[in-house]
Structure formats: C-alpha cells, structure tokens
T-cell receptor, first 108, second 113 residues
Framework: AQRVTQPEKLLSVFKGAPVELKCNYSYSGSPELFWYVQYSRQRLQLLLRHISRESIKGFTADLNKGETSFHLKKPFAQEEDSAMYYCALGGSTDKLIFGTGTRLQVFP | DADVTQTPRNRITKTGKRIMLECSQTKGHDRMYWYRQDPGLGLRLIYYSFDVKDINKGEISDGYSVSRQAQAKFSLSLESAIPNQTALYFC????????????FGDGTRLSIL
C-alpha cells in the first residue's frame, strides 16, 4: 500500500540553523515524490519534485530508494521559511498520497 | 496561481443544509481533484476525475458527491452537512503523466454549526 510518513508534526529552529524535514514512503512501484509548502492561510504550492533535481528557495531533496526517503533540507533557515510542509507520493494512478505535514517554525 | 479558482472562499452553514463548493480552472488540465484538510491529518482525497465522463471515489467519499460539468469545472456537494465536515477544502488539477504536479486552488473554509 502507498503510504507517506512525516514523523515530526513541528520542527523549531533558529534563523541560520540547518533544517531537515523527514519524509519516508512506502510504494512498490516507481515513486514520484513531491514537496509542497503552505504558507499561513494560503494554498499549497509545489516546492520540489524529485525528477527535477533542482533547488528552490535554497531547499533540496534527494530521493533515496534504499531508505525509501525523500528528506527536505536547507543549510540556513530563514524566518520566511516558516510554513507547513507536506511530502506527497504519486505513482501510476495519477493520485497523490500526502503525509500529515510538518510545521516549520523559524525563530529570529 | 489564479488558474484554479474556488468559490466560495468561506462558508458558514447549519447542520442538514445542502452545500455546493465549486472549482474552475483555466489550465486546460483533464485531471481534477477534491481534498479536505484537517489539522494533524494532512490532505485526504475525497473524489477525483480524469475527464468529464470519469468520476472516482477517493479515500473519504462518504457524505460527499461531485459533478464534472465540463473539463474546466468540478463541483463538490455535501447533501446534508454535518459538523464533522467542518474543514478546509481544496481543489487541484493536473495535466497527468509521470512527475507532473498538482496545482491547487486557494481553498474553501467550511464551517458547519
């Protein structure tokens, strides 16, 4: 069965500290992994997808098939990074399974 | 991304009322989705549609129905609203294909008293 696990509900860091938001998945096929960000009272926005292998707003994520993980990382957190982050898994069905989300708080 | 528009943005109503939430898109996508978002539960899929003649139940379809009036329009109905349907509802679209993301509307905040 497809499943996405984001073990942390809340992650609090100070500005300038490194950030890692964890995402683990369960899927027997070839996974598609995404990170979405939701700023306060706004819509979900695509942040990253694994096939692009790009860096957006300083965030990166690497798909590790051996560990079935797609952790989101940023070396130096900024206050404007405070938001809700969702990891999502797609596959052959054109549906997405979302994790329960991690709220990132960046303190000044 | 104003290409996916949801109406209304906010709605307060009473138990037992029929409610319709509407979604329209100008992205030309075939695939449309309805989710609800609850604190601590993330987003859960209610219904999805891959074209005008295709409607599929998602994870939590009980108590909901949908209509795909056109490629660009996908509405969600609560036939008889109940308080535990209070949530934030999102519509999303996708062009389909491997690695293609979904694009979300601004959401409808629904409160059922």
């Amino acid at each position: 069965a497809q499943r996405v696990t984001q073990p942390e509900k809340l992650l609090s860091v100070f500005k300038g500290a490194p950030v890692e938001l964890k995402c683990n998945y369960s899927y027997s096929g070839s996974p598609e992994l995404f990170w979405y960000v939701q700023y306060s009272r706004q819509r979900l926005q695509l942040l990253l997808r694994h096939i692009s292998r790009e860096s957006i707003k300083g965030f990166t994520a690497d798909l590790n098939k051996g560990e079935t993980s797609f952790h989101l990382k940023k070396p130096f957190a900024q206050e404007e990074d405070s938001a809700m982050y969702y990891c999502a898994l797609g596959g052959s069905t054109d549906k997405l399974i979302f994790g329960t989300g991690t709220r990132l708080q960046v303190f000044p | 991304d104003a290409d996916v528009t949801q109406t209304p943005r906010n709605r307060i109503t009473k138990t037992g009322k029929r409610i319709m939430l509407e979604c329209s898109q100008t992205k030309g996508h075939d695939r449309m989705y309805w989710y609800r978002q609850d604190p601590g539960l993330g987003l859960r899929l209610i219904y999805y549609s891959f074209d005008v003649k295709d409607i599929n139940k998602g994870e939590i379809s009980d108590g909901y129905s949908v209509s795909r009036q056109a490629q660009a329009k996908f509405s969600l109905s609560l036939e008889s609203a109940i308080p535990n349907q209070t949530a934030l509802y999102f519509c999303a679209t996708s062009g389909g294909g491997y690695g293609q993301p979904q694009h979300f509307g601004d959401g409808t905040r629904l409160s059922i008293l």
